[in-house]
C-alpha cells in the first residue's frame, strides 16, 4: 500500500507540475487512464493548459510526420519491388523482340505523312533504341544518319551546348546535325538547372525509302493485332 500512495503522490506531483497524463503514465509505468484517475482532482493553470496543449500538438504532428515517413518508405521499397519485377520481365531482348519494339516506337513518334524515315523524341533513352534498332535491324549505315536539335527560341543560346550533349549520348559526330529548328511558345519550362533541357531530337534516314515502306508494313502488322 506504501508503494501505491507514494506512486500516487508523485503522479499528482507531476500533474501539479504540468504534465500530460502521457507523460506521467510512461513515467511511472501506468496507464494513462489510472493516471487520470489519480490526478483528476488537480487543477491545471491556464499556463499549464495551454502548454499541455502545445505539447500535444507536437506529439500528434510528429506522429503524422513518422506515419507518413513510414507511408514514404513503403512506398520506395514497393517501387525498387515491382519496378526489379519488370526490369526482369523484359530480360535480354530477342532480335525479333528488337522488331517488334522498333515498329512499335515508329509507330507512337515516327514520321508518317512524308516518305522520308523520320523519328522523333526527347527521352535519351528513348532516342539511343530507336538508334540501335536503325543500326541492327534496318542496316542503316551511321554515316546516312541526320539529327536536328528542336528548342524552345528562349534557349536559342544553349543549341550549341545542346547539340554537344546529343551528340556524345548517340556517338553521331557534330558533322551529321543539321542547323537548329526554334519554335515559339508563351509557355517556357522553368528547368532548375539550363543544362537539364535538351529539347527534342529528330532523326532522319537518308536514302531508305525501302525501309520507310517496311517500316509502314511493320506498323499495319500491329494494327491488325488490335483488331
Known amino acids: 500500500m506504501t508503494r501505491y500512495i507514494k506512486m500516487r503522490q508523485k503522479a499528482i506531483y ?8 502521457r507523460e506521467i503514465g510512461r513515467t511511472l509505468g501506468i496507464s494513462s487512464s489510472t493516471a487520470h484517475l489519480w ?9 499549464q493548459k495551454r502548454a ?11 506522429g503524422r510526420r513518422r506515419v ?3 507511408q514514404r518508405q513503403l512506398r520506395e521499397k514497393e517501387d525498387v519491388r515491382y519496378k526489379k519485377l519488370g526490369r526482369d520481365r523484359i530480360g535480354t531482348i530477342s532480335q525479333r523482340e528488337l522488331v517488334l519494339i522498333g515498329a512499335a516506337l515508329y509507330w507512337s513518334e ?5 516518305s522520308r524515315l523520320g523519328f ?10 530507336f538508334l540501335r534498332w536503325l543500326f541492327e535491324v534496318g542496316k ?5 544518319v541526320r539529327l536536328r536539335v528542336g528548342l524552345n527560341v528562349a534557349y536559342k543560346n544553349d543549341a550549341g551546348r545542346v547539340d554537344g550533349v546529343w551528340s556524345k549520348l548517340t556517338g553521331i559526330p557534330l558533322e551529321q546535325f543539321q542547323k537548329p529548328f526554334f519554335q515559339k511558345s508563351k509557355w517556357v519550362k522553368d528547368y532548375r538547372y539550363r ?3 535538351l529539347g527534342v531530337l529528330r532523326i532522319r534516314a537518308n536514302q531508305q525509302r525501302r525501309l520507310f515502306l517496311t517500316i509502314k508494313g511493320m506498323v499495319e502488322g500491329l494494327r491488325l493485332m488490335g483488331s
Do not use: C
Open 52 to 62: 499541455i496543449w502545445e505539447r500535444h500538438k507536437q506529439a500528434f504532428q510528429e
Open 120 to 129: 522523333a523524341n526527347s527521352d535519351p533513352e528513348m532516342i539511343k533504341l
Open 195 to 197: 543544362g537539364e533541357y
Open 14 to 21: 507531476l500533474r501539479e507540475k504540468g504534465k500530460t497524463l
Open 140 to 144: 542503316v549505315p551511321r554515316e546516312d
Open 39 to 47: 490526478t483528476r482532482r488537480v487543477k491545471l493553470t491556464n499556463s
Open 110 to 114: 515516327g514520321f508518317k505523312r512524308d
Open 68 to 70: 507518413a515517413l513510414m
